[in-house]
T-cell receptor
């Protein structure tokens, strides 16, 4: 089993839709979780940290489910500009973050 | 406040040549990480360095690859005798504190093409 797994997608959704991605992790001792956004051929950019109690930033909501060992990212009212690859990052007991392979989102007009 | 700076943005090398990739962390950051991203794949950790120290190189291939972060100057990722399979985007990231508990700030990457 991979340390961090994501559904690669692509998720094709219409503008205005709500879409959710999950990211599962294998190390039950993991403490830090993040979501990154990566546009085509660009560097990953931090979207948000994921806190135990869940957190929201505008249209984006991140949640952590420790029992089932996954984090989720919910995007409400999708915009065309949300089209990108979304990477989760987890501390897996190493000295550096481990990234998932990413989920591709395509928002269509 | 400049972000993480990487150069060159694009690097073309013939098989057997050497590639040198440079990374200057954000001001005030002393922790540098190198990741590799193959086409259509995720980021794979390679090496974590602090000034003058390699802390974790568990993701680095045993041969041909080396990294350093000297007291003065940028961090360098060096690939000797490049092969076509080395073609990838190499991203450097920095953080102000050690470990995987803080988010990473990435540079815009070096795209290496081996012909």
């Amino acid at each position: 089993r991979k340390e961090v797994e994501q559904d690669p997608g692509p998720f094709n959704v219409p503008e205005g839709a709500t879409v959710a991605f999950n990211c599962t992790y294998s190390n039950s001792a993991s403490q830090s979780f993040f979501w990154y956004r990566q546009d085509c051929r660009k560097e990953p950019k931090l979207l948000m940290s994921v806190y135990s109690s869940g957190n929201e930033d505008g249209r984006f909501t991140a949640q952590l489910n420790r029992a089932s060992q996954y984090i989720s990212l919910l995007i409400r009212d999708s915009k065309l500009s949300d089209s990108a690859t979304y990477l989760c990052a987890v501390d897996t007991g190493r000295r550096a973050l481990t990234f998932g392979s990413g989920t591709r989102l395509q928002v269509q007009p | 406040n400049a972000g993480v700076m990487q150069n060159p943005r694009h690097l073309v090398r013939r098989r057997g040549q050497e590639a040198r990739l440079r990374c200057s962390p954000m001001k005030g950051h002393s922790h540098v990480y190198w990741y590799r991203q193959l086409p259509e794949e995720g980021l794979k950790f390679m090496v974590y360095l602090q000034k003058e120290n390699i802390i974790d190189e568990s993701g680095m291939p045993k041969e041909r690859f080396s990294a350093e972060f000297p007291k003065e100057g940028p961090s360098i990722l060096r690939i000797q005798q490049v092969v076509r399979g080395d073609s990838a985007a190499y991203f450097c990231a920095s953080s102000p504190v050690e470990g995987a508990n803080s988010p990473l700030h990435f540079g815009n990457g070096t795209r290496l093409t081996v012909t």
